[in-house]
């Protein structure tokens, strides 16, 4: 049985850094790429960033290029989102996504950037 686990979600002030982690299990963490989407309230869910299976690509939406960074230890089938210098608009839930087939969603972890 997948199961994609995110925690590090939370209240940060405009600037701030937060570090999102997705721990996996249930398949084969080496082999799959993995990403981080998010969606803010009345709006459609977003990628923010890939990374391939073996960290050696990422892709970024243009709205977090140079503030973000999304990285990968296969060895503890986790990935990682560090979200630095944040702003209001990064504001919602953050979802990992990923699985044998990239299918699978986590369930989600709010981030709220507020002064």
């Known amino acids: 049985q997948v199961q994609l686990v995110e925690s590090g979600g939370g209240l940060a002030q405009p600037g701030g850094s937060l570090r999102l982690s997705c721990r996996a299990s249930?398949?084969?963490?080496?082999?799959?790429?993995m990403s981080w989407y998010r969606q803010a309230p009345g709006k459609q869910r977003e990628l923010v960033a890939l990374?391939?299976?073996?960290?050696?690509?990422?892709t970024y939406a243009d709205s977090v290029k140079g503030r973000f960074t999304i990285s990968r230890d296969n060895a503890k089938n986790t990935v990682y989102l560090q979200m630095n210098s944040l702003k209001p608009e990064d504001t919602a839930v953050y979802y990992c996504?990923?699985?044998?087939?990239?299918?699978?969603w986590g369930q989600g972890t709010q981030v709220t950037v507020s002064s």
């Open positions: 996504r990923g699985g044998p087939e990239y299918r699978d």
């Open positions: 249930g398949f084969t963490f080496s082999n799959a790429p």
């Open positions: 990374i391939s299976k073996t960290g050696g690509s990422t």
